[in-house]
């Protein structure tokens, strides 16, 4: 496979991994997968390509855009959790 080719392929892949990442948000963790998956192949074009590419940087900002939002769905949980008084890793 060609250069052009593979950082074509990299570059639409962190792209398309970043935008799913929002509808899978009801199964919160194949879109934290996608996100994941989504930065790793945004650095690792990083490390091909020296020029800057607007589908990777798309795809980063929306995969840091998800996880950031991952973690405020996280703690809001876990403070309304709290409030009820619920600890769902208390054995009864």
Do not use: H, Q
């Not at 948000?25 to 490390?47: R, V």
């Not at 091909?48 to 900002?61: F, H, M, N, Y």
């Not at 855009?65 to 809001?76: D, N, P, Q, R, W």
């Amino acid at each position: 496979m060609k250069k052009d080719d593979k950082e074509k392929l990299v570059s639409l892949g962190c792209l398309l991994l970043g935008i799913m990442a929002y509808p899978l948000t009801c199964f919160w963790y194949l879109g934290l997968l996608c996100a994941i998956g989504s930065l790793l192949l945004g650095f690792y074009y990083g490390k091909l390509e020296s020029g800057i590419d607007r589908k990777v940087i798309a795809g980063l900002v929306l995969s840091g855009l998800y996880l950031v939002m991952v973690l405020l769905f996280g703690i809001l949980i876990g403070m309304y959790w709290g409030r009820l008084g619920i600890n769902p890793w208390k054995a009864k």
